[in-house]
């Protein structure tokens, strides 16, 4: 039995529309889009030449026995332990000498203390040029302001019972020690 018209249209209305694919349209190739150059920045101006560096004030002696350092705004005991007591003290000492300083109200003054880090830092010239003889006539880097003959070393106020510190003014650093049984001159210093 042959197909009818009739027939193919019905069958072509319950089947499903084949999809046709049409043949990709060849895109022409198109060169591609030279990147845009960023603007061009400002010129950046040269950096300024850092301000000369001030000299440094030299130290002051005030005639009673301290030296004061203009750049620092601290004012020193001009002796340290060793030259007024001719002994050096344990930490848990220490007291005993900046007690008595301060008890006599040396120089007009009773607020005398162990210098902290910072404060011992300034005391030590980083350059090397300056020298004052110790006890035993050995120099280490501290001004000759002070009086000679002295310790290079002090307690300072990062020092406790648990942690032993004392600042070596030959190479200008701190130094921790074990044990208790450390002994240190001491420089006293204040606000000017």
């Not at 600042?167 to 074990?178: A, E, K, M």
Request: a neutral charge; one cysteine or more; aromatic letters at 10%.
């Amino acid at each position: 039995m042959g197909d009818t018209p009739e027939k193919k249209e019905t069958e072509a209305a319950e089947k499903p529309a084949e999809k046709t694919e049409k043949p990709a349209e060849k895109a022409e190739a198109k060169p591609a889009a030279a990147p845009k150059a960023a603007p061009k920045a400002a010129a950046k101006p040269k950096p300024k030449a850092a301000p000369a560096k001030e000299p440094e004030k030299p130290w002051v002696d005030n005639g009673d026995g301290t030296v004061t350092d203009p750049n620092s705004g601290w004012m020193w005991k001009q002796s340290d332990a060793w030259v007024d007591t001719h002994k050096f003290y344990l930490w848990k000492d220490h007291k005993e000498y900046v007690d008595a300083v301060n008890a006599d109200k040396f120089a007009g003054y009773e607020d005398w203390a162990i210098p902290s880090k910072a404060q011992a830092l300034t005391l030590f010239d980083k350059a090397k040029k300056k020298k004052c003889a110790d006890k035993n006539g050995n120099f280490y880097h501290i001004d000759p302001i002070f009086t000679a003959g002295g310790a290079a070393s002090t307690w300072i106020t990062e020092c406790s019972d648990e942690n032993i510190i004392r600042f070596d003014l030959v190479c200008g650093v701190d130094t921790p020690y074990p044990g208790n049984d450390v002994y240190s001159s001491m420089r006293l210093v204040r606000k000017a």
